[in-house]
């Protein structure tokens, strides 16, 4: 990219690559990263407004075609391109956004991100409750303070899982739409002496005051509760079938107690137009999975500001 970039001062005017830097024929530079470095930095009229405002989204759809993880720390598009820390940076950001970005994200189709961490204000957990459509008062948001330091000092870490922080300020605005109520699940793990091993869960819901019984293997415990609770909901909720689990990472957090340490799970989902991230700690990997794997399905559910639930 440094090179067409230079390429092009130097007086070049062909750039060959692609989307998100995927392939050979044309080169593998990132034209995703190009296009607004030589529009928006260099002067250069390349491609209308309206189809640079749609680049996150096309970079993310061609993520989806490939079957490839979206990069969160990839320029412009990335998840984390326009990301702030809470405190001193979202109070300069909301005086003036220049001073912390060189451009406006709704100009390449992404959006700004204000991560939340347990040095947060009751100004920034309402200043991110109002992006989700939600109204909270000062003590609502006192709350959400509290709650946020509580869980993070537990082991919680929401600058990588805004999904999962955005369930807990609706808990606290009391616009929390359960999914559906648990009863139980139950997952087995055979290791046959030939080498095989199955796994099986086993999960009892209640959606919508009916009750359902799911059995589903998976090539894991995770991946077979994650059958087993799409197959309870499908019926009743069948858009939810489109989002996919794109990254699921692990952390252990006391490293002292060895396999009886808290586990932090992190789970990346996305629908093929945006990705969000979720998070689950516990001292059981299973339960730590569970929580960041509801919290990825009970987000997409939520009915959202520009839905018409403001």
Not at 32 to 57: D, N
Not at 150 to 166: M, V
Not at 258 to 271: C, E, K, N, P, W
Request: one cysteine or more; proline letters at 4%.
């Amino acid at each position: 990219m440094a090179n067409s970039l230079a390429a092009v001062e130097a007086g070049a005017r062909l750039v060959q690559g692609t989307v998100n830097g995927y392939g050979e024929r044309c080169g593998n530079a990132n034209l995703a990263s190009i296009l607004p470095a030589l529009q928006l930095k260099m002067g250069f009229k390349v491609v209308a407004p309206e189809r640079l405002a749609s680049l996150t989204q096309t970079s993310h759809y061609l993520d989806e075609l490939c079957n490839m993880a979206p990069d969160p720390d990839r320029p412009y598009v990335g998840r984390n391109a326009f990301a702030h820390k809470a405190g001193m940076h979202a109070a300069g950001v909301e005086a003036d956004a220049s001073t912390f970005e060189h451009l406006n994200p709704e100009q390449v189709g992404n959006e700004r991100e204000i991560l939340a961490s347990e040095l947060a204000g009751r100004a920034t957990i309402r200043t991110q409750a109002a992006r989700a459509g939600l109204d909270l008062d000062d003590g609502a948001a006192a709350r959400a303070v509290e709650r946020l330091k509580q869980r993070e000092h537990r082991g919680y870490h929401y600058e990588a899982a805004p999904a999962s922080f955005e369930l807990l300020l609706r808990r606290e605005a009391g616009r929390y739409e359960p999914l559906f109520e648990l009863e139980s699940f139950k997952v087995l793990v055979e290791k046959r002496a030939d080498g095989a091993v199955e796994t099986e869960a086993t999960i009892k819901v209640r959606v919508g005051g009916e009750r359902y019984v799911r059995v589903a293997e998976g090539n894991g415990p995770v991946n077979a509760l994650d059958k087993a609770l799409r197959s309870a909901i499908a019926d009743r909720y069948p858009h939810l079938a489109e989002i996919e689990l794109t990254n699921y990472k692990v952390r252990i957090l006391d490293e002292s107690h060895g396999t009886g340490a808290v586990t932090r799970v992190l789970l990346d989902s996305s629908d093929s137009e945006r990705e969000w991230g979720t998070i689950g700690v516990s001292e059981n990997i299973i339960e730590a999975s569970w929580e960041a794997l509801v919290d990825s399905l009970e987000y997409a559910f939520q009915p959202r500001s520009d839905d018409g639930a403001g």
